[in-house]
């Protein structure tokens, strides 16, 4: 379709349309899920970091959290006229690329649990998954059809962006554990 309009979404980003938009992103460890309504005609797409929020990880933008970006995605394309009972999703991301060893605690290896337990508990079906690996992705949605395209990205210019980002907010997430979130006690 011509009369398409692209938008790029980052991490926390959550985009949802009925006018056939073209959604792209970029992932490394971070998940982007894509859900729409055929029959409707609307559709959108997530990017989050981790699965839900830890202690002192509840400030900034909640949609860098899957517990939050997938409600908020939801919500979106029912408010444009999609029925959650014909939803379907493809999922992407959850690349193990920064330098660390990769364990079932990893932060890809949780990103990929959340999301498949979160569409299972929602009884969304997933028509299509490229999860996990060592490469990052490049993702464009059309949110009219469902279609997606997926680009791996070795050792390109867009990997190494997507490897800097991605080591920055895991720098970000550990600063905040270890220095805590402000807390008031108080006496009534």
């Given at each position: 379709m011509s009369d398409q309009h692209s938008v790029v979404i980052q991490i926390g980003g959550v985009y949802a349309s009925r006018d056939g938009a073209v959604v792209k992103t970029l992932l490394g460890s971070c998940i982007a899920a894509c859900v729409?309504?055929?029959?409707?005609?609307?559709?959108?797409?997530?990017?989050f970091m981790l699965p839900a929020p830890?202690?002192?990880?509840g400030g900034g933008t909640l949609s860098r959290f899957g517990v939050h970006a997938m409600e908020l995605l939801i919500g979106q394309v029912q408010k444009l006229g999609g029925d959650r009972r014909r939803l379907q999703a493809k999922l992407?991301?959850?690349?193990?690329?920064?330098?660390?060893a990769e364990?079932?605690?990893?932060?890809?290896?949780?990103?990929?649990?959340?999301i498949k337990g979160f569409m299972a508990s929602e009884r969304i079906p997933v028509a299509a998954e490229d999860l996990?690996?060592?490469?990052?992705?490049?993702v464009i949605f059309?949110?009219?059809?469902?279609?997606?395209?997926?680009?791996r990205l070795p050792?390109?210019?867009?990997?190494?962006?997507?490897?800097a980002t991605?080591?920055?907010?895991?720098?970000?997430?550990?600063?905040?554990?270890?220095?805590?979130?402000?807390?008031?006690?108080?006496?009534?």
């Open positions: 729409w309504d055929l029959e409707a005609g609307v559709g959108g797409m997530n990017h830890t202690n002192g990880d992407f991301g959850g690349g193990h690329v920064l330098q660390m364990t079932a605690a990893s932060v890809p290896a949780q990103n990929i649990r959340f996990g690996g060592t490469l990052a992705r490049q059309h949110t009219d059809n469902g279609k997606a395209f997926v680009r050792g390109s210019g867009l990997f190494q962006t997507a490897t991605e080591r920055q907010h895991q720098r970000d997430a550990h600063t905040a554990l270890q220095h805590g979130g402000e807390i008031t006690l108080f006496d009534n």
